[in-house]
């Protein structure tokens, strides 16, 4: 049996996660025979990590099963940091088919819930993070607009203290956002360009096909329908080879 580093395998799940592989990741990580306890709850929260994060993506939920052998990791090594990176994971497992089911009952508590995570956070990253989805969900559940820009550039704030390129992505996506509702098409482009850039450095692939949609809306508003017709075919196809459908079905409605 070859022996490998737990933490190496953590973070080569973690870049597949990021690259769209989730499948891989997930049979990566559950092939790995952890036996000290604290290497069972690292792979535990890593496995996690995989589900939550395809559920958003794939609109699945199955989540539920990884989320509670984290439980079981965690109570029989409780750990303060590892039981927020799990309220987080727990966070985000709520908010994502809330916001697909436009669940809007549902944004104060889970905005609360934000909130406190980004007060008890143990360092700049993680408060930036739950700022972050404190924005998010104010933004899309209850339609606060001026809470929701507050969190943003908080978490942008704080994402740059930790130097934090995720962080600073999601912050300057959701920003930029802003100012184009605002018809500031100029500081739009600025800070959507910057995160994509961003989401481009560490291999997110979700995040940069997003962004690119963010793109094709902007070239249109800016007048170059063609170019964001031919941008959103690109990113059809791209959604498409990684079984993204709400990205496809996005660029669709923009192809035509």
Not at 168 to 182: E, K, N, P, V, W
Not at 208 to 222: D, F, R
């Amino acid at each position: 049996m070859v022996q490998v580093e737990v933490s190496a395998v953590v973070a080569a799940a973690g870049q597949l996660t990021l690259a769209g592989q989730w499948g891989v990741a997930r049979a990566l990580l559950e092939a790995t025979q952890a036996t000290e306890p604290v290497d069972v709850r690292t792979v535990a929260l890593a496995l996690a990590e995989v589900s939550v994060d395809e559920d958003f993506a794939r609109r699945t939920q199955t989540g539920e099963r990884s989320l509670a052998a984290l439980g079981r990791a965690l109570e029989l090594l409780p750990d303060a940091t590892v039981r927020w990176d799990a309220a987080l994971l727990q966070l985000r497992s709520e908010y994502s088919p809330a916001l697909f089911s436009g669940a809007a009952e549902r944004g104060e508590s889970l905005v609360a819930q934000a909130v406190v995570l980004r007060d008890i956070a143990p360092d700049d990253r993680r408060a930036g993070t739950a700022a972050f989805y404190a924005g998010a969900i104010a933004d899309n559940l209850l339609s606060d607009s001026d809470t929701a820009f507050r969190h943003y550039t908080e978490a942008l704030k704080l994402g740059e203290n930790a130097s934090d390129d995720l962080v600073i992505s999601l912050a300057l996506r959701h920003l930029g956002d802003h100012a184009h509702t605002a018809g500031d098409l100029q500081l739009a482009r600025a800070q959507w360009e910057r995160s994509t850039e961003l989401r481009q450095k560490i291999g997110h692939l979700l995040g940069t096909l997003a962004q690119q949609v963010l793109l094709c809306v902007l070239l249109k508003a800016e007048g170059n329908e063609a170019g964001s017709r031919a941008l959103a075919t690109e990113v059809h196809r791209w959604a498409g080879q990684a079984g993204i459908p709400f990205i496809e079905q996005q660029t669709a409605e923009m192809m035509v």
